[in-house]
């Protein structure tokens, strides 16, 4: 993979210019994405762009995110053709942070769960999961450093899981997700992929200017909780033992481990993120359900059928779940600085007609926390198994400095 | 003006059809807009919609709101001839419920505070008030029975005042923001306007599918707190006379009226918006202020530049201060059922190069709590003063049925 710190640290120590770097990037694509498909749109011509921190870095950015000069496709014929007029704020984070964005990279429709025909580059048979599934992939298969993804149930974490590499998913609305196709306004949240943490925190402290997100020195050792989410259904013993195993190389590096029993209000507030999400989407998606519903994937149009049934008092209720669920949470955090779980609930799955599922997500994605996926483990078969770092809501620069320490403590071990 | 409720009688009642509600509609613009100018954009051949409960009623919709076939201007010659490829959420609210979207109002750019060219139809030497000008002046002058607006500081609740109709700005989120053109996401709140204030309830009831908002018989004596916003800084005489003569009617007719005195938290919150809004405004309108800077106007460009120097942290303290004000508000709201307040500092000044001030709207807007402008009163000159009824967030149905309360006391006293 392209470490995001390290192509920086050749371009300030001279022995790289931006131009060859988002030439290698600009190969590499070129070079693998035949057999990888993470791209759907690419910028052959791109350059670096104005000086800063991230000026040398070439982004993928996922296919529902406006960038001026590209289609934005939304993984739909609907949109086959269409540009833009704007850039997403997002977009104009990267290029004032000196970023290219060279292509736009493969989603789901409308970042949903029918499947794309993106490949997993740690097995080409496996799906990358969804929806930002070029994103990971093309991080994964190391043609650029950074990546931009979107998760609504579990699309950033997931895919970095099922791929290898390091995600943030930012506290709810950190990264701002305007000019982003819209599935669920209360949900959508834009986040990053990069090779490892410390190449994420790089990355969103660039694009925030929130300084404190800098990787900086050795990360303190951290309290951290256990997490079995029972609610989420079963996950694969490999990737619980991934979650065991993490635990205790932190614990041997001097972070106090305890095991966390999460209150029956998460459980209740992990049923609620569906009722949120597709009473939100249907409106969301009226105008493509309304005008072009042929043309909308078959598990997409079925979950906008059925959502138009969901009555606005049920919503109510469920947001109000998700606000109670909200406060228990500060009540975990009192003793435990992050929560440590699975990022999916196995390895990749052998198909590229599912893209797994988001169960393991979806309860932080409604409590709008900061998600971590620390790459490193894998299953007897190679394939990843990753692991989720939890922190409180804006808490983000310490779950990725907890997350930086696993990471570190698994390399070690 | 035009009654919504009206025109849905004589339509039920089958004397009048759903076309020639439509073309009186257009007739009215076309006789009336030369001299107004309430409208950027009109579709003269526009017709009704499916059956649905607001089928014959003619909408206008605020230039910064995605209809697809139609131009969305932004207010600004930026996106001068720029066409949507989609319906944003609220319009095809709008069309599900069979209304007929018949053109663009006239906004500010960017619904910031640099004034458009559309005059007050109360009196034409003086403003609307913004950003929703065009909105609020087809309501008042009798062009469309309802009008889309949206609300940042006081986009929605000002020139509802200022122009003497019926509005609502509900609860945040109430009605989609999706495919709008963002400003601050934290604040940005679609409403409505319509002549009276039954009007305003009937077309958000038809939108949101929520029968509870529907006004449905003699609404029940509300338990009122009025509030003087010193923080806001000083209104006129004559619109705080308003608010004493609307709660003395709404007193004479079984109303309990107390005064309510803000803690300091809510002085603080009211400091605060402007540091989210700008603080969000610097990334919304990034893509703007980075390729097309010399074409934005004056105050907004001034605004963004300032904005840039905001800090990370001051806008996480900022949203600090806004919920602990909104956890406040739950304890102002155990004694009284709405709070009463003026809808602006003022009737609409005499000039068309400013739109007023947003000062006494700005923290309800914050709070994300349902505010409803109640017409019915005018100073000496006959220029209309607007009072407000803000209910708790998600009691929208409540804001209404004591906003109908007032204006009934109102017509009656």
Sequence with gaps: MQSLIEIRRRIEAGSLTPEAAIRASLEAVAAGDDAIRAFVHLDPTAGPGREGPLQGIAVGVKDIVDVAGQPTGMGSPIYDGWRPFADAPVTSLLRRAGATPVGKTSTTAFAYIDPTPTRNPRNPAHTPGGSSSGSAAAVAAGMVPLAIGTQTGGSVIRPASFCGVAAIKPSYRMLPAIGVKCFSWSLDTVGLFAAGVADV??????????????????????????????????????????????????????????????????AAAFAAHATIQDFEAAQALAFEQDRHRDALPPLLRGLLDA???????????????????????????????????????????????????????????????????????????GLPLGVQVVAPFGADALALSAARFVESALRDA
Tied chains: 1, 2.
Excluded at 321 to 342: C, E, P, Q, S, Y
């Design 201 to 266: 925190a790089y990355g969103l402290a660039a694009l925030t200017g929130r300084g404190e997100l800098l990787p900086q020195g050795e990360p303190g050792a951290p309290r951290i909780g256990v997490v079995v989410q029972d609610f989420a259904g079963e996950a694969d013993p490999a990737i619980l033992q991934a979650v065991e195993q993490a635990a205790a190389a932190a614990e041997a590096e001097g972070a106090r481990v305890t095991r966390v029993n999460l209150p029956p209000i998460f």
């Design 307 to 381: 959502a138009a049934g969901i009555e606005p008092g049920a919503y109510d209720a469920a947001r109000s779940t998700a606000n109670r669920a909200r406060g228990a949470l500060r009540d975990v955090f009192l003793d435990v600085d992050v929560l440590l779980t699975v990022s999916a609930p196995g390895p990749a799955p052998e198909t590229l007609a599912s893209t797994g599922t988001s169960a393991f997500n979806r309860l932080w994605t409604l409590m709008g926390t900061p998600c971590v996926n620390v790459p490193g483990l894998a299953d007897a078969r």
